[in-house]
T-cell receptor
């Protein structure tokens, strides 16, 4: 059974701080790893990672996959209050059409 | 495009009651999904569909049923509501050619008392 574990469960930082969110996984046949941001309602897609060592970047957010360590990190630099959200990591294997989600990291950025 | 729409936004049920959560997408996506999200937790897949007439169980299907008679609609039915089904329910869809990006609806918050 595929498994996705995120850490920390929650995090409180101040504006301007840099944060690193972790996602580790167990999967039979890896296909891709995805990051989503969930504010008040539905998750919105951030990144898809398929290859190890290649960083995906969007503004102050970046993510990288380490297939050897079976993990991924999501970095947010110069955090803003608008970054406050739950960040979800999800895994897709080759066998099926489903995503397996981790439990999420709840980030709160204080002014 | 309205994207993925869900109704109702909120609902309170009594134990044993039944209801249907509606989900509609106007993007002509073949794949549709139902997830539940308990407080402070990630999403768990209930059921999914790869096209009209085809449905399959996800991780937590017990207590739920689905149907997919059209490409656009993917209703989720609770037959005998239980307090354990108190959760936020999200519907999502994706294109066949984009296996990774799912578009989510706004969610339905269900409370069973």
């Amino acid at each position: 059974e595929d498994k996705v574990v995120q850490s920390p469960l929650s995090l409180v930082v101040h504006e301007g701080d840099t944060v690193t969110l972790n996602c580790s996984y167990e999967v039979t046949n890896f296909r891709s790893l995805l990051w989503y941001k969930q504010e008040k309602k539905a998750p919105t897609f951030l990144f898809m990672l398929t290859s190890s060592g290649i960083e995906k970047k969007s503004g102050r957010l970046s993510s990288i996959l380490d297939k050897k360590e079976l993990s991924s990190i999501l970095n947010i630099t110069a955090t803003q209050t608008g970054d406050s959200a739950i960040y979800l990591c999800a895994l897709r294997n080759n066998a099926g059409n489903m995503l397996t989600f981790g439990g999420g990291t709840r980030l709160m950025v204080k002014p | 495009n309205a994207g993925v729409t869900q109704t109702p936004k909120f609902r309170i049920l009594k134990i044993g009651q039944s209801m249907t959560l509606q989900c509609t997408q106007d993007m002509n996506h073949n794949y549709m999904y139902w997830y539940r999200q308990d407080p402070g937790m990630g999403l768990k897949l209930i059921y999914y569909s790869v096209g009209a007439g085809i449905t399959d169980k996800g991780e937590v299907p017990n207590g739920y049923n689905v149907s997919r008679s059209t490409t656009e609609d993917f209703p989720l039915r609770l037959e005998l509501a239980a307090p354990s089904q108190t959760s936020v329910y999200f519907c999502a869809s994706r294109e066949s050619r984009s296996p990774n990006e799912q578009f989510f609806g706004p969610g339905t918050r269900l409370t069973v008392l």
